[in-house]
C-alpha cells in the first residue's frame, strides 16, 4: 500500500483551553499535509520536502487552477498532547474521478516514537476549478500520472 | 421543524489568500455556534444571546463534564465571502444517545439578507466525558429536557 | 475625550492552554475592533455597528486602498478570562499624518459588568498605501474630517 | 554577536487576504520561535532542533513556571510572501533583569535564499511566575548560565 509520509509539526497554539490539539485546528493540519504534498513549488527542494514526485498541482492565489474543497470527514479517536517532533500524517487517494478526487489521511504519532497511536482518520473531497472560467476542470495527464501510484481502496469510518 | 439560529459573526482573519472564508475556519464557525447554544453560562445573558434554553451543558475547562469530539462531516456548498452581518447557523439534534449525541448544522446567509444562500451542512458528534473518570457519562434528565424539542431527523448529506 | 467603543466578542479559541486570552490573539481583536471602526462597508448596518461616521476607508482586498500595518505595541496588564460579554475596546487616534496615521487603544472588561478592569492597553502605526502605484497615499480630506473628533494625546505606555 | 538562529515554517493559512503573512500571525511566528528556543523538552531532541543549550525553562501548562507576556513591540518592514522554506529568526536577549527579561527577534529570509531580506524586528518582555504562588519569581542560576552568552544590546527600534 503506497502512502505518503508527510511530517508536520504542531503549534502550541493549536492546543486549545483543554490542552489538546483542538479538534478544528486538525484540520489546518490536514491542510498543511496536502500542501506540502501536492502543491508544486518554484523553490528548490529543501532536504526534508516530501512528496515531490507528487506535488504537481499549481493550486496558488493566482495560479490558474484553484482548489475548491467540496466536503470533509473527520472521527477524532485519541486527544494530541503536545509534543515537538513532527507527527506523521500519511496520506493516499481514495478516489481520482473526472475533476474531483478524494484524499485519505490518517494522522499518526511521530515516526520511530513508541508507542505508535492512530490519532485520527479523515477523508477530503477536492474539486479542481479553472480560475478563469469557474468551472471544473479535469485533471489532467501529468498530474494523473503523478497521483496514480497513490490510488488506493477509501478510507474505512468506524464511527459513521 | 424546530431550529435554533445562532448568529455567528465572521472576522476578517476568517478569510484566506483565496478571499473566501477558509474551509478549516469554518468549523471553527461551528465551534462558536456550540458553544453560544449548548454551554451553560453564570453571566447575565446579554440581549442577543441565543439558545438559553439549551445552554445547560457545563463544559468549560474545570467542569465536571468534557466534551469529546469523536466525529466531525462537513459539506461546503458556496464560498462564503466576507460580511459584517453575522451568519445564520440553523442547528437541531440529529440523535440523542445514551452518552453521545449529534448536532446538525446549516451555514446560512445573514437573516434579512436576500438572496439567501445555503453556504454549508455539516454534523458532528459528541461524547460527554466525566471529567474525573475521564469516562463517557450519560445525558442528563435536564439536558436531555432541554434539548429534545430541537431533537429532528439527521441532516442529509448531498455528497457523500 | 472622545473615544470609539467597540464591543467586540471573544471566540472560544481565543484561549490557549494557559485558559487566558492567548497573547497573539489579543492583536486579533484589535484588528477585529479596527475593522469594524474604519473600514466603509457597502452593506445595511445593523444596529449594533459602531464607528458608522469613522468608517470610511474602503480597504479591502480589490479596493484602491492598501492598509500597510508599519508597527505595533501592546502591553498585556491583566489576564483576560473567557467571557461571553464583548470586551469593550476603547479607541482614538494618537496622531494623523501625512499618509500615515496610529490608532491608540484600550481593552478593557464589558460595558457593565463589574468591577472595570484594563486588560492592555496598544498602539498601532498604519500606512495607506494606493494599491496601483504600491506607494504611500495621502490622507484624504473625507476621511481627516471623519477621524479628527477622535484625535487626542497618543497612548502613554507604562512598562516601555 | 551571538544570536540564536531558529527557523520556523509558515503554514499556507498565515496569509491573509491580502496574499501575505498576517500582522498578528507575525506574532506567533515569533511565539513558536520562543518556545523553540526556550522551553525545556522531555522528548529526544530530534536533528533539526535549536537552542537545545538555551531550552532550560519549563513552562508548559502544569509546570512550576508560568511565563507572563508583559509587553510586545514589532516593526515590519516588508511584507512575507508564502514560501516552503523556513523563516530564519534570530533572537537574543535585549536584558536579563530579577524576573523579567526582554527577548529580541529580527525575522529574516531563510537561510541560503538571496537576496537577503530583513522582514521584521520585534521585542517582547515576559516575566517568570511561580505558578502556585502567582508571584514573579527570579531568574534562576541555570537559566541565567544558559541564556547569557545570547545577552546582547536591546534590538533599535526604527519607527518608535
Not at 504542531?10 to 484540520?27: I, K, T
Not at 516514537?113 to 477530503?124: I, L
Amino acid at each position: 500500500m503506497a502512502r505518503l509520509h508527510v511530517p508536520i509539526r504542531l503549534r502550541w497554539s493549536d492546543l486549545d483551553a483543554y490542552g489538546h490539539v483542538n479538534n478544528v485546528e486538525m484540520l489546518r493540519l490536514l491542510e498543511e499535509a496536502r500542501i506540502q504534498a501536492f502543491w508544486a513549488s518554484d523553490e528548490v527542494t529543501d532536504e526534508d520536502a516530501v512528496g515531490s514526485s507528487t506535488a504537481v498541482l499549481d493550486s496558488s492565489p493566482g495560479a490558474d487552477t484553484l482548489s475548491f474543497m467540496a466536503r470533509q470527514e473527520i472521527e477524532y479517536l485519541v486527544p494530541i498532547p503536545y509534543t515537538r517532533q513532527p507527527l506523521d500524517i500519511q496520506m493516499w487517494f481514495g478516489r481520482l474521478g473526472g475533476a474531483s478526487l478524494e484524499i485519505c489521511y490518517v494522522v499518526c504519532s511521530p515516526i520511530g516514537v513508541e508507542p505508535f497511536v492512530e490519532y485520527a482518520r479523515a477523508a477530503t473531497t477536492i474539486v479542481l476549478v479553472d480560475a478563469k472560467t469557474q468551472r471544473p476542470r479535469r485533471i489532467g495527464d501529468r498530474e494523473r500520472a503523478a497521483w496514480t501510484p497513490f490510488l488506493d481502496e477509501p478510507l474505512t469510518f468506524i464511527k459513521r
